[in-house]
């Protein structure tokens, strides 16, 4: 299957949105409360989308498209969290997000997706990315590992999460 990947636009909102909802849903049920997921809502993921897609840059969203529309997307931008690693001289930005409809998981579309996302950060100047993965998620886990990502931090669980995730970092 080719996937088509590009820059999103304020079009693309509802979409992501909605791929959010199930990607959570599909992704972390066992892992998150199933009340927390039951309660998504995919106008707030969207609106959330809305935002990094007027942030500046390095701030950017991608989607993949096939012949049916957006069955993807990746966020990437500055850090979130600060870096606790204690390594000044790389500059790190984050892989924020990267979600894909259930249906298209294993297709090609998250790896073209992180693929973009990773190319773009290093465009933009940065030396090194993180991200944060649900610590009991084995499958994400295997499919950063397989894209040179290892993890580099402890346990990290702030309020609004429902379960600790661990922090990966690559060079870019």
Same mark, same amino acid.
């Given at each position: 299957?080719?996937?088509?990947?590009? *820059?999103?636009?304020?079009?693309?909102?509802?979409? #992501?949105?909605? #791929?959010t909802v199930?990607?959570?849903?599909?992704?972390? *049920?066992?892992?998150?409360?199933?009340d927390?997921?039951?309660?998504?809502?995919?106008?707030?993921? !969207?609106?959330?989308?809305?935002?990094?897609?007027?942030?500046?840059?390095?701030? /950017?969203?991608f =989607?993949?498209?096939?012949g049916?529309?957006?069955?993807?997307?990746?966020?990437?931008?500055?850090?979130?969290?600060?870096?606790?690693?204690?390594?000044?001289?790389?500059p790190?930005?984050e &892989?924020?997000?990267?979600? =894909?409809?259930?249906? =298209?998981?294993?297709?090609?579309?998250?790896?073209?997706?992180?693929?973009? $996302? #990773?190319?773009?950060? !290093?465009?933009? $100047?940065y030396?090194? /990315?993180? &991200?944060?993965?649900?610590?009991a998620? !084995?499958?994400?886990?295997?499919?950063?590992?397989?894209?040179?990502?290892?993890?580099d931090?402890?346990?990290?669980?702030?309020?609004?999460?429902?379960?600790? !995730?661990?922090?990966?970092?690559?060079? &870019?």
């Amino acid at each position: 299957m080719g996937w088509t990947i590009r *820059r999103a636009v304020d079009a693309d909102a509802d979409r #992501i949105g909605a #791929i959010t909802v199930a990607g959570w849903r599909h992704t972390y *049920r066992g892992i998150v409360a199933d009340d927390r997921l039951d309660a998504l809502d995919p106008a707030v993921f !969207a609106a959330s989308r809305r935002q990094a897609m007027a942030a500046p840059e390095p701030t /950017a969203v991608f =989607v993949a498209e096939d012949g049916t529309g957006v069955r993807g997307y990746c966020t990437v931008g500055p850090l979130r969290v600060p870096d606790v690693s204690g390594d000044t001289t790389l500059p790190s930005a984050e &892989l924020h997000s990267l979600y =894909v409809d259930p249906p =298209v998981i294993g297709t090609g579309a998250g790896a073209a997706l992180h693929d973009a $996302g #990773i190319a773009h950060l !290093a465009a933009c $100047g940065y030396r090194r /990315a993180v &991200l944060w993965v649900y610590t009991a998620n !084995a499958a994400a886990q295997a499919f950063y590992a397989h894209r040179s990502w290892h993890a580099d931090g402890g346990p990290y669980r702030p309020p609004e999460w429902s379960a600790p !995730a661990t922090r990966w970092a690559r060079a &870019l």
